[in-house]
């Protein structure tokens, strides 16, 4: 793999020397929706480690999503600091904060991950070319990601015309395609059967492995959550064990 | 109005209205059959109030388009109906010499005839139950001068009438309604009509100068009175005259015991009167005998031709509201994918748990059918609302001639309304079958259908259909020799082959491309080769709209077809900018993913932007056409005389008033007799026809730059041809319009046709022609030795020589001096003094460009004004891609979203709409821009064209009024974009991504 211009990560490198990546203290959310408020997050502290790769569990409605979200900064926390890198996001313009998402983080959400009107390559190229990637270059890079992932044949299909499986390996694609310090996957394998879930597992475990990325997995699945470093279990809005998996 | 496209209106009505019952009668059905079904397409057109409002917006477009063209016909017919009752009153018929067919007999200005028939008429006519008045009238053309104002008009008409024969005829009242006694008037005193009387700005007891035989004689205004026929004014837009008792008249104008024609009243009022003009003229020609004199039906004549032309405007209106009502259905099918795929998941559902897809159908039907009657209702009502804009600015054009009052005709609005829901309700039935038809599973999971490269068996079936449908249509219009339907066929045929060639699995591009491309060939193939490829077919305006439906859907398939050689463009673009490429990129790819919905949009613009080029392009080379510096020979001024008292010659007359004669460069005579006072007719025919005919002197020759289109074999340049008549009185010269064209032919079927040249020859034979005066009964042949160049607009008619015209004619009709100015010379200010210092002979001087600029003005007016009436279609595309912007941040919630999670900024979300809708806006402007040019350019330069109007090589683009529409289209559409894009940039990404 070549090189990667490390010169943009400056924030990153900064906060190398303690190799905390993300630290959050006394974070809440709470949605108000009009007629009701629902207490999302209640107090939530977590530190993640530099190529750590955590798994987040617990039941449907604890708060996953919402603190995934919160911690990668697509939403807002009414209480409480999130750092990341050393960085706090809250404190970014909406530019800035986009722009930091651009070059440092990698997605994997839980629906709506590929762009359907787009082909498997020109959906992994897209971070490259927000972050002022040259075309040529997104390009290559984006097929040598797609050959990681096992996809190069796939490179110029449509997601409509790629199996569940096949589309969510392109996503991991695209959020790898960037080299970002964090990959923020919110279950990752949730549509997918047991067989393939361990094949894209596998798979970001190897990515994680060998580049050093930290990843932040949300899963109900344990078998999921038993190939991490580390397991967070959540209930209420609340982290209620951190340890690693057994 | 009585006929629409020669159809009774009462007919038309009776068949919509049993077609709107029909649609009505599909709703009520749907609405007692399953009342569920009903009420939840009702439901869906509340649920969403912003879209609902554009809903309608795109469904009142046809009715508001037929419920104008209509109203301005109603209007039309109206206001030139009430203009010529007025100026008729009770005067049904006239009677004159006789000199003419029906269509054509008229009073003819200084023939006269003795009184004695009017009371031989009466006296026959006495006791007939058809006619109520019967009274001799002698009117002349004279020149009268307001010495207090020193305002003077060169020739208005003075009448005298019999006061005893006035009651019939409604009698004679002043403008403030106060009954004239002619009788009791004292000697020497008039009766001023009220355009006269605003024109020398006189007042009641004026006294004016009128010159009879030069010499003036003094009248005094005893009152002023509406302008009528009994007043002088004869048709709209003349300067009328005064009236006095019939002795007194033929006394000043020394014509005693002559009168000018018989005036006839039916029984009956103002307005019925013309209901009897059959049984009428049937009991005056019986009381005429054997007698020289015929009934002229002129009221009769005067209703059918505002009828006629009322009739003209509404087709006209009609054929290109058509483009407008085109991109409505459009917008509407547009609606409808929109819709449903909007309610697919819930379609899909209803349809798992037991909802057939008729049912499906019929819930869009309802749903349509409940917005169809309400918009059609808001569209008719607008409609009447643009037909009275469209009457005020009518009557900014032509206040002089007609008074244009705003009228609508309840029955015109049942048409406009039942018609508008009727092509609507066909629409909707149409769309609504096709979105119905969904696979379930797919529509529950909101996956797109996939496309396939083999299409089925469906496509196979409708392009065999297709393909036996155009072979059909081309063999029944090359049969018939139609336009019509063969291009139809020949359009329709290879777009069809194309669909049933999918079926083999051929790439559906190329199909398609090479298909629409033939199509565009066919139609823009320059004239020249086309001819040599497709049979010549004869076609009328319909065409216009026929050649952009067809050119549009055929260039609309293949841009959709080769969209990404287009959007690689942008692309390339979106490089040079590498800031927005990732904009550009999804710009660029979602339009192309639904090749439905922009090809629709694409069409849209295309179709009104076409019709708009093409319009401002006929327009901007006609006017230079007719108003260029040829149009009038190279003269300033016209100096134009109807009396036909003796005068002596121009330049001495010009000498003798003090006219300042050293702005004079050059003058000269055209001596005119009108068509309907001359005879002409091919040599050796038998039947006379009519054309106006000119003698024209040396100098005139001399003088003029004449450039004669098609010269005779033997004369080897225009000049050679002008000699050779100046010297030769057995020559002539015709212009265009007694050839025979393609093109659509103007006047009266008892015009003269010059035979053995055509329009768009370049050369002919001589060819002899025989003219004669009906008058004096004598004739004689000439040679026509060229046709002039239609440039010269100014001037029309046969050219003869002076000694040529002097041997036929008895005297002339009018006679004009042209004056050529030296440079420098104010020529407005100079026709003026001309006008004031020759009054005493009824000189009528005007400069000549101002008199083109007046004349192109109004039909510019004209013009603009329907250009503006079909911009009213851009709305549509504007609105399609409101409706297509608005949709499109709703669906793509999510990906926007996700796409602002991965990195893309706020602005680059708003760029990425904004550039799509603009591309989408700049393909479809561009397309129809195009084709418009090229299509307008083959027609001004055809041979058919240049040659019955002689517009030259030279093809003129109004780069100004296109650059105006394009840029409204674009700021419209950009505008459209704007809002759903700011909505789309602010889209809160945790909350998008989380809900399916
Ligand atoms: N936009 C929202 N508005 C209101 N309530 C919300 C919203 N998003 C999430 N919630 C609620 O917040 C709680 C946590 O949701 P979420 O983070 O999605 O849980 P998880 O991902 O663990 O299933 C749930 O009770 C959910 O209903
Ligand atoms: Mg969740």
């Given at each position: 793999m070549p090189a990667?211009?490390?010169?943009?990560?400056?924030?990153?490198?900064?906060?190398?020397?303690?190799?905390?990546?993300?630290?959050?203290?006394?974070?809440?959310?709470?949605?108000?929706?009009?007629?009701?408020?629902?207490?999302?997050?209640?107090?939530?502290?977590?530190?993640?480690?530099?190529?750590?790769?955590?798994?987040?569990?617990?039941?449907?409605?604890?708060?996953?999503?919402?603190?995934?979200?919160c911690l990668s900064g697509l939403d807002t926390i009414d209480k409480g600091t999130i750092l990341i890198a050393g960085t706090d996001l809250s404190k970014l313009s909406d530019n800035?904060?986009?722009?930091?998402?651009?070059?440092?983080?990698?997605?994997?959400?839980?629906?709506?991950?590929?762009?359907?009107?787009?082909?498997?390559?020109?959906?992994?190229?897209?971070?490259?070319?927000?972050?002022?990637?040259?075309?040529?270059?997104?390009?290559?890079?984006?097929?040598?990601?797609?050959?990681?992932?096992?996809?190069?044949?796939?490179?110029?299909?449509?997601?409509?015309?790629?199996?569940?499986?096949?589309?969510?390996?392109?996503?991991?694609?695209?959020?790898?395609?960037?080299?970002?310090?964090?990959?923020?996957?919110?279950?990752?394998?949730?549509?997918?059967?047991?067989q393939t879930a361990d094949e894209v597992m596998a798979l970001m475990r190897e990515l994680n492995q060998t580049n050093r990325q930290t990843f932040v997995v949300v899963t109900h699945d344990p078998r999921i959550g038993g190939m991490c470093d580390r397991i967070i279990r959540m209930q209420d809005g609340q982290i209620v064990s951190d340890g690693t998996a057994a | 109005m009585e006929n629409l496209f020669g159809i009774p209106m009462?007919?038309?009505?009776?068949?919509?209205?049993?077609?709107?019952?029909?649609?009505l009668g599909v709703g009520g059905w749907i609405y007692l059959r399953h009342r569920i079904i009903f009420r939840m397409g009702i439901r869906n057109a509340r649920r969403r109030p912003a879209q609902t409002s554009l809903i309608v917006i795109g469904l009142m477009l046809s009715t508001l388009i037929i419920a104008a063209a209509l109203t301005t016909g109603d209007t039309l017919n109206y206001s030139i109906k009430s203009t010529v009752l007025d100026i008729l009153e009770h005067t049904d018929e006239l009677v004159v010499p006789a000199n003419g067919d029906d269509a054509e007999a008229n009073v003819q200005p200084g023939v006269t005839f003795p009184q004695q028939v009017a009371a031989d008429l009466e006296a026959a006519l006495a006791g007939d139950a058809v006619i109520d008045g019967v009274m001799p009238v002698l009117t002349q053309p004279v020149p009268i001068l307001n010495p207090k104002t020193q305002l003077s008009e060169p020739m208005v008409t003075a009448v005298g009438i019999d006061p005893a024969a006035l009651g019939p005829f409604g009698g004679l009242r002043d403008i403030e309604g106060n009954d004239i006694e002619l009788t009791a008037l004292p000697e020497g005193a008039v009766v001023l009509g009220k355009t006269t009387a605003e024109r020398l700005d006189a007042v009641v007891g004026d006294t004016l100068t009128v010159y009879v035989e030069n010499e003036p004689h003094d009248v005094t205004v005893a009152a002023i009175a509406s302008d009528s026929i009994l007043t002088g004014m004869q048709d709209p837009g003349q300067a009328g005259g005064f009236v006095m008792a019939l002795d007194r008249a033929q006394a000043l104008l020394e014509l005693p015991g002559q009168i000018s024609f018989i005036a006839v009243s039916n029984a009956g009022g103002v307005a019925d009167g013309a209901e009897a003009t059959d049984a009428a003229v049937t009991a005056i020609e019986q009381a005429l005998g054997e007698a020289p004199y015929q009934a002229v039906r002129v009221k009769q004549r005067a209703l059918d031709m505002a009828e006629e032309g009322a009739n003209v405007f509404t087709s006209i209106f009609l054929v290109l509201g058509l483009f407008s009502i085109a991109a409505g259905i459009l917008l509407i099918f547009l609606i409808f994918v929109l819709l449903a795929a909007e309610r697919k998941p819930e379609m899909g559902m209803a349809r798992a748990v037991g909802m057939k897809r008729r049912q499906l159908t019929e819930m869009f039907l309802a749903e349509g059918i409940a917005y169809d009657l309400v918009s059609a209702m808001i569209g008719a009502a607008l409609g009447v609302g643009v037909a009275?804009?469209?009457?005020?600015?009518?009557?900014?054009?032509?206040?002089?001639?007609?008074?244009?009052?705003?009228?609508?005709?309840?029955?015109?609005?049942?048409?406009?309304?039942?018609?508008?829901?009727?092509?609507?309700?066909?629409?909707?039935?149409?769309?609504?079958?096709?979105?119905?038809?969904?696979?379930?599973?797919?529509?529950?999971?909101?996956?797109?259908?996939?496309?396939?490269?083999?299409?089925?068996?469906?496509?196979?079936?409708?392009?065999?259909?297709?393909?036996v449908l155009g072979a059909l249509l081309m063999w029944v219009g090359a049969d018939t020799d139609k336009?019509?339907?063969?291009?139809?066929?020949?359009?329709?045929?290879?777009?069809?082959?194309?669909?049933?060639?999918?079926?083999?699995?051929?790439?559906?591009?190329?199909?398609?491309?090479?298909?629409?491309?033939?199509?565009?060939?066919?139609?823009?193939?320059?004239?020249?080769?086309?001819?040599?490829?497709?049979?010549?077919?004869?076609?009328?305006?319909e065409m216009f709209f026929v050649s952009g439906v067809m050119m549009v859907a055929a260039a609309t398939m293949a841009i959709i077809w080769n969209a990404e050689v287009a959007t690689s463009l942008v692309g390339l673009l979106g490089r040079t900018f590498s800031r927005w490429l990732p904009a550009v990129k999804t710009a660029v790819a979602y339009p192309l993913a639904s090749k439905g919905r922009t090809g629709m949009t694409i069409a849209m613009f295309s179709l009104i932007v076409f019709s708009l080029v093409m319009m401002a392009t006929i327009d901007r080379n006609f006017t230079e056409l007719f108003s260029g510096e040829e149009a009038a020979a190279g003269w300033d001024i016209a100096a134009t005389r109807v009396a036909s008292d003796p005068m002596p010659a121009f330049d001495q007359a010009l000498a003798e008033s003090g006219v300042d004669t050293s702005k004079v460069a050059a003058t000269g005579r055209l001596r005119q007799v009108a068509s309907y006072s001359s005879e002409i007719r091919m040599a050796g025919t038998q039947e006379w026809k009519r054309y106006t005919i000119n003698g024209v002197d040396a100098a005139f020759i001399e003088h003029s730059h004449l450039p004669v289109k098609i010269r005779a074999t033997g004369y080897d340049s225009d000049a050679a041809i002008w000699e050779a008549l100046r010297q030769n009185p057995d020559l002539a010269v015709i212009d265009g319009f007694a050839l025979e064209g393609p093109t659509v032919q103007v006047g009266s079927p008892s015009n003269f046709i010059l035979q053995g040249v055509q329009a768009g020859?370049?050369?002919?034979?001589?060819?002899?022609?025989?003219?004669?005066?009906?008058?004096?009964?004598?004739?004689?042949?000439?040679?026509?030795?060229?046709?002039?160049?239609?440039?010269?607009?100014?001037?029309?008619g046969l050219f003869v020589n002076d000694a040529a015209f002097d041997q036929v004619f008895a005297q002339p009709n009018q006679t004009t001096?042209?004056?050529?100015?030296?440079?420098?010379?104010?020529?407005?200010?100079?026709?003026?003094?001309?006008?004031?210092?020759?009054?005493?002979?009824?000189?009528?001087?005007?400069?000549?460009?101002?008199?083109?600029?007046?004349?192109?003005?109004?039909?510019?007016?004209?013009?603009?004004?329907?250009?503006?009436?079909?911009?009213l279609g851009l709305v549509v595309g504007i609105a399609a891609l409101g409706v297509i912007a608005f949709r499109s941040v709703v669906e793509r919630r999510q990906q926007i979203g996700m796409l602002r999670a991965i990195g893309y900024q706020r602005s680059m979300v708003a760029a990425s709409f904004l550039i799509e809708s603009t591309m989408i806006t700049v393909l479809g402007v561009g397309s129809g821009t195009i084709l418009g040019l090229i299509l307008s350019r083959n027609l001004m330069t055809s041979d058919e064209f240049t040659g019955s109007s002689g517009a030259a090589a030279t093809f003129l683009v109004p780069w100004g009024t296109i650059a105006l529409f394009v840029g409204i289209a674009l700021a419209a559409g950009l505008l459209m974009a704007y809002i759903p894009a700011r909505k789309a940039a602010s889209v809160p990404i945790a909350d998008a991504l989380r809900y399916e």
């Open positions: 990667t211009p490390r010169s943009q990560l400056a924030p990153v490198e900064a906060a190398r020397d303690t190799d905390v990546i993300i630290r959050a203290e006394g974070v809440e959310k709470t949605y108000d929706t009009g007629k009701l408020r629902v207490p999302a997050l209640r107090g939530v502290d977590l530190t993640v480690g530099r190529g750590e790769m955590v798994a987040i569990m617990g039941p449907s409605g604890c708060g996953k999503t919402t603190l995934l979200n800035a904060r986009t722009e930091f998402r651009a070059r440092e983080m990698g997605f994997v959400f839980q629906f709506y991950n590929l762009l359907p009107v787009l082909t498997a390559v020109e959906n992994v190229e897209l971070p490259l070319l927000v972050s002022g990637v040259r075309p040529k270059e997104a390009r290559q890079r984006a097929l040598e990601v797609l050959a990681q992932v096992g996809l190069e044949r796939w490179a110029n299909h449509k997601p409509a015309e790629l199996s569940g499986g096949q589309r969510q390996r392109v996503t991991i694609a695209r959020a790898l395609v960037n080299r970002p310090a964090i990959v923020w996957a919110d279950e990752p394998t949730g549509d997918l059967d047991s | 009462q007919s038309i009505m009776i068949a919509l209205l049993v077609a709107f019952g029909l649609c009275f804009v469209i009457a005020g600015v009518m009557g900014r054009l032509v206040g002089e001639f007609f008074d244009i009052v705003p009228t609508a005709h309840w029955r015109s609005l049942v048409v406009a309304y039942s018609l508008g829901v009727v092509v609507t309700f066909a629409t909707i039935a149409i769309s609504s079958w096709r979105v119905s038809r969904l696979n379930i599973v797919r529509a529950i999971r909101d996956i797109p259908e996939p496309q396939r490269q083999r299409a089925g068996n469906r496509w196979l079936i409708f392009g065999i259909l297709g393909v336009l019509f339907p063969y291009s139809i066929g020949i359009s329709l045929l290879p777009l069809s082959l194309a669909a049933a060639l999918r079926r083999f699995g051929l790439p559906a591009r190329l199909l398609y491309t090479v298909a629409s491309l033939f199509v565009l060939t066919y139609w823009l193939l320059p004239d020249s080769l086309h001819q040599k490829l497709f049979p010549v077919l004869s076609g009328g305006m020859d370049t050369t002919m034979e001589p060819i002899q022609v025989e003219i004669g005066d009906p008058l004096s009964g004598r004739t004689r042949t000439v040679t026509v030795i060229g046709v002039l160049d239609p440039k010269v607009s100014m001037i029309f001096y042209y004056v050529q100015t030296q440079p420098g010379t104010d020529d407005v200010a100079f026709a003026k003094e001309i006008k004031a210092k020759l009054i005493a002979y009824g000189v009528q001087a005007e400069s000549l460009e101002k008199l083109i600029e007046q004349e192109t003005a109004i039909s510019r007016g004209f013009l603009l004004l329907i250009e503006g009436f079909m911009a």
